[in-house]
Nanobody, 123 residues
Framework: QVQPVESGGGLVQAGGSLRLSCAAS????????MGWFRQAPGKEREFVAGISWSGGRIYADSVKGRFTISRDNARNTLYLQMNSLKPEDTALYYC?????????????????WGQGTQVTVSS
């Protein structure tokens, strides 16, 4: 099993930056794709970024050029560097382990989820 635990959320002004971390327990972290999702109040959970076993990355159009996903397999840790933050980025951010080795945008493709970390961007 890979159990994700997110950290690094907080309150930041528009234009600022945050780095989210996701520590994943379990010895098989490096064998799977990982992803970040977010959910704002009253909205459905949406894909933010994903990274495959091979290191290939995909991003939602809304964050492309501003967010960067990365992983450190030696530390079993996933990261999300968020720059140029906007108020519409405010949400609860979740880290998730994929069922396979290739990252996808579909929540159903992920089987282990963290509890989330809150990101609030003020205008």
């Amino acid at each position: 099993q890979v159990q994700p635990v997110e950290s690094g959320g907080g309150l930041v002004q528009a234009g600022g930056s945050l780095r989210l971390s996701c520590a994943a327990s379990g010895r098989t972290f490096s064998s799977y794709a990982m992803g970040w999702f977010r959910q704002a109040p009253g909205k459905e959970r949406e894909f933010v970024a994903g990274i495959s076993w091979s290191g290939g990355r995909i991003y939602a159009d809304s964050v492309k050029g501003r967010f960067t996903i990365s992983r450190d397999n030696a530390r079993n840790t996933l990261y999300l560097q968020m720059n140029s933050l906007k108020p519409e980025d405010t949400a609860l951010y979740y880290c998730a382990k994929a069922r396979g080795v290739v990252a996808t945008t579909t929540p159903a493709s992920y089987d282990y989820w963290g509890q989330g970390t809150q990101v609030t961007v003020s205008s």
